[in-house]
């Protein structure tokens, strides 16, 4: 089946028309940047524009059901962001099948997380902090910007494996739990690594580990969580396209093909670096498992956190 040049030949071409790239959230965020800096590339390389199509609500959930529904002929995608995909069919009460109706084309780019303590804090390293925090069950505070958000799941799933036990204090956003951690009302932070190093390097807060199975390139001098006695710990923002369930193998291929070709650009890479991302691409199938393992491990943590979602 479509392996014949006569076959190949009959196939139609891709794209007939313009492509519609469903953002689960409002403009200005990582996922409407990542996709704004990649769509240009693509509308170059595929000779159609690339629609970008902001539908924030239900935690992204909006975003992801309408490319689930759509026809899939390769004209409408989803900017898959790792929580809504994985996060998410734990959380929500969903009208589709996360994983059945979509099917993912390649990863596009991470951004690892940072460990950063308020400069009160009786540690000087994440050993000795893991040792206060046994001591005392309950007594350090960390902020996220809501349950549920990947900073509140990281620190979740971090104290899961530390056999601690912290404090979570929910606040209405990214910034506001950031200035938190400044003020001190918390002492512990999973956070944005751009954001948390200019206060880590006038000493307000302190840097412990990174959350990525490699170092960061931002910060290479220090270790990730993997090193310092948590192997295979690995969490972070990751972006990806997902086109609906059934898309014919020929246009996910090449959608991804041109993808990596667009992801390996220097001024792509450049502009990504900026926005705290890394490149990081993968095949279908390698996404697929990635999706399937990590929404078995929160629902571990949800579960365990005792965290409720919408129903």
């Known amino acids: 089946m479509g392996l014949s040049a006569p076959v190949q030949a009959a196939d139609p071409a891709y794209p007939t028309r313009p492509i519609r790239l ?43 059901e309408i490319v689930a529904r759509a026809n899939p002929d390769g004209h409408t995608l989803f900017l898959g962001f790792n929580t809504v995909l994985t996060v998410n069919p734990t959380l929500y009460k969903l009208g589709f099948n996360m ?103 006038t000493g307000r807060i302190k840097a412990f580990a990174t959350t990525g199975l490699r170092r960061s ?15 295979g710990f690995d969490v972070g923002s990751w972006y990806s396209f997902m086109v609906p369930a059934n898309t014919p193998a020929r246009i996910v291929n090449r959608l991804r093909d041109e993808s990596l070709k667009v992801i390996a650009m220097p001024n792509v890479q450049q502009s990504l670096s900026r926005q705290g991302l890394e490149p990081d691409t993968s095949t279908p199938q390698a996404l697929a498992e990635r999706i399937k393992r990590e929404t078995a491990t929160w629902a571990l943590v949800i579960k365990d956190a005792g965290i409720k979602g919408e129903q």
């Open 99 to 201: 994983e059945k109706d979509l099917s993912p084309v390649t990863l596009l780019a991470n951004a690892q997380y940072i460990m950063v303590l308020h400069q009160s804090v009786p540690a000087n390293n994440l050993k000795e902090f893991i040792a206060a925090a046994k001591q005392k069950p309950g007594a350090f505070n960390f902020s996220s910007g809501g349950a549920g958000t990947p900073l509140h799941l990281a620190a979740e799933l971090f104290s899961k494996r530390a056999g601690i036990r912290m404090t979570h204090i929910a606040y209405k956003g990214g910034s506001p739990a950031a200035a938190a951690l400044l003020g001190g009302e918390v002492q512990v932070l999973f956070g944005s690594i751009a954001a948390s190093m200019p206060h880590v390097k």
């Open 217 to 231: 390139r931002v910060v290479p001098e220090l270790p990730t969580l993997a090193e310092q006695g948590f192997p």
């Open 22 to 64: 469903l953002v689960p959230f409002a403009p200005g965020g990582g996922s409407d940047t990542t996709a704004r800096i990649l769509t240009p590339k693509l509308h170059d390389a595929l000779g159609q524009v690339w629609v970008v199509d902001n539908r924030g609500g239900a935690g992204g959930n909006l975003a992801a």
